[in-house]
């Protein structure tokens, strides 16, 4: 796979060490309680930074889908990169006087930078590598998702040494200097090499327009809304969840770490086997596994417990990492960006939606039911998708 494509190994090692930075995304709770104390907000109120973030994150996919195909990729990459770190600047520099400002700041304007750089990534890491494209996108939404296992730890320790405001600079020079650095490096190859890859259902090049009156759109939208749910209901809860199930604080941080190395391999062992069957087959797969480990949270204690919490992140990472090689299949790669950023629809209703409405079941027997329920309507969405593969293939055969 590399031996012969050194300069899309060099784009590929680059645009995942930007991916790394862009990944803070996922990484907003650790400042929670050190920005309500510091700004003297609610707790409520921080968090609701975290809803623009994601919702804006989606946006910001649609936006770089659209400029990637009118201005160099690295130069949205880069526009991207220094958004998310302008963003984070002055969120540390405003007056604690109007949470509205810091949405708009840390929420609105990095979340379209976080946003814009992934699916540039993503885009050039499947036209580089059109015969290993599970692969390579996986190595890049990994390091997106490995964000939270290293720069957890030490944004952590620096908030226990500095003042959230002068985190926040910290970051905001980092994520600065990565993106000179490597955001740069993100370029689409000279010659496109999107020919050679196998388009399954049409090889065609649909537009964003286009793909709203398909019902392949509909289903994946909502096959991403619903494979995402359970991370987004039990991950949240992981601290709390460990210590009523019998284990101690310190433990529930440990566990924490482990969902975030568990979604980085799922983004990046799980699309390997892209090659070997078909996407939708692996698709399905995830959603029963979600099902089956949500059902057991219901009850499990002790290692069986540890081993469901970390099947979710798995599932939701190899989902993360599947879903823009199915767009392709479907849809082209010429559009990707923003052909991904209208499924993403369903991400961003996952994200801010859903756990406010299973919440609202109050005990956590019955959201993890809600959510194994929801996984196991997610495989009706993709069975069809599956069904009309699989006869696709039997024709060409």
């Known amino acids: 796979m590399f031996k012969n494509n050194k300069e ?32 003297g907000w609610s707790i409520e109120t921080v968090q609701l930074t975290s809803s623009f973030k994601i919702g804006f994150f989606v946006l910001g996919n649609f936006i770089a889908g659209r400029l990637q195909t009118r201005m160099p990729a ?4 880069m526009l991207g990169g220094l958004l998310l770190s302008a963003g984070v600047f002055a969120a540390a520099i405003i007056p604690p006087t109007n949470p509205w400002l810091f949405y708009l700041l840390y929420g609105v304007i990095g979340g379209l930078g976080a946003g814009m750089g992934y699916i540039v990534v993503i885009t050039a890491a499947q036209k580089w590598f059109p015969e290993n494209r599970g692969l390579a996108t996986g190595i890049t939404v990994g ?17 226990t040494q500095y003042a959230v405001q002068t985190v926040f ?27 050679t890859i ?70 990046i062992v799980i699309p390997n086997f892209s090659k070997r069957f078909k996407n939708e087959a692996i698709f399905i797969c995830l959603l029963l596994i979600l099902a089956l480990a949500a059902i057991t949270l219901t009850f499990a204690t002790g290692i069986l417990f540890v081993l469901m919490v970390a099947l979710v992140p798995i599932c939701f990472g190899a989902a993360l990492a ?6 392709a299949d479907y849809f082209g790669l010429e559009n990707l960006g923003s052909n991904y950023s209208a499924i993403g629809i369903g991400f961003a209703t996952s994200a801010l939606v ?44």
Not at 213 to 229: A, D, G, I, N, R
Not at 322 to 327: A, E
Request: one cysteine or more.
């Open 354 to 397: 859903m756990p406010r409405l299973i919440g609202l079941l109050g005990d956590y027997s019955l959201r993890f039911t809600a959510v194994a329920l929801l996984s196991l309507l997610g495989t009706l969405f993709m069975f069809p998708l599956y069904l009309a593969a699989k006869k696709k293939l039997a024709t060409q055969n």
């Open 169 to 195: 600079m910290i970051m905001a020079a980092a994520f600065f200097v990565g993106t000179v650095l490597f955001g740069r490096m993100v370029t689409f190859p000279k010659v496109d090499a999107q020919a």
């Open 8 to 39: 899309g190994l060099k784009m590929l090692i680059a645009a995942s060490i930007f991916q790394l930075f862009l990944g803070v995304i996922y990484i907003w709770g650790i400042f929670v309680l050190p920005t309500a104390n510091s700004f």
């Open 74 to 77: 690295h130069k949205v990459s």
């Open 322 to 327: 599947i879903i823009p090689l199915i767009v």
């Open 143 to 159: 390091a997106f998702g490995l964000s939270v296992t290293l720069l957890a730890p030490v944004l952590s320790w620096l908030l």
């Open 198 to 267: 196998r388009v399954q259902a049409t090889g065609q090049q649909f537009t964003t327009s286009q793909i709203l009156k398909k019902k392949e759109f509909y289903c994946l939208l909502m096959v991403q809304l619903l494979v995402t749910v359970g991370f987004f209901v039990i991950n949240p809860s992981v601290q709390t969840l460990s210590i009523a199930r019998g284990f101690n604080a310190e433990f529930g941080t440990t566990l924490l770490m482990i969902t975030g190395i568990s979604n980085t391999l799922g983004r």
